[in-house]
Nanobody, 125 residues
Framework: VHLIESGGGLVQAGGSLRLSCAAS????????MGWFRQAPGKEREFVAA????????YYADSVKGRFTISRDHAKNTLYLQMNSLKPEDTAVYYC???????????????????WGKGTLVTVSS
């Protein structure tokens, strides 16, 4: 599975961005896809995930109500709509796939099998 993120950039606090993740390869075998982020000096953290077939979604508490994850099967693309952005949302955002069944409402870095190279989101105050 090959993943390429896009859509990052510089935005003012309160603004919006939509990230995309184009997937190629054995995406039909993905159980779920998700977004993680890593701020400077911090560990990579879970942001959101979606079951690739059923569409059930999961969010970190820090983004619930502001971010929306979605996917387009026909385009093999994952999205993350980010609204009401805050300076603390500044990070490199990564998409990733989980090829195995997962039980629970959040994913850890070790749960994911394939990663993109990331796209930088900078939110200015």
């Amino acid at each position: 599975v090959h993943l390429i993120e896009s859509g990052g950039g510089l935005v003012q606090a309160g603004g919006s961005l939509r990230l995309s993740c184009a997937a190629s390869g054995r995406t039909f075998s993905s159980y779920a896809m998700g977004w993680f982020r890593q701020a400077p000096g911090k560990e990579r953290e879970f942001v959101a995930a979606i079951h690739w077939s059923g569409g059930m979604t999961y969010y970190a508490d820090s983004v619930k109500g502001r971010f929306t994850i979605s996917r387009d099967h026909a385009k093999n693309t994952l999205y993350l709509q980010m609204n009401s952005l805050k300076p603390e949302d500044t990070a490199v955002y990564y998409c990733a796939t989980d090829q195995n069944p997962h039980y629970g409402s959040r994913w850890d870095v070790d749960d994911m099998d394939y990663w993109g190279k990331g796209t930088l989101v900078t939110v200015s105050s």
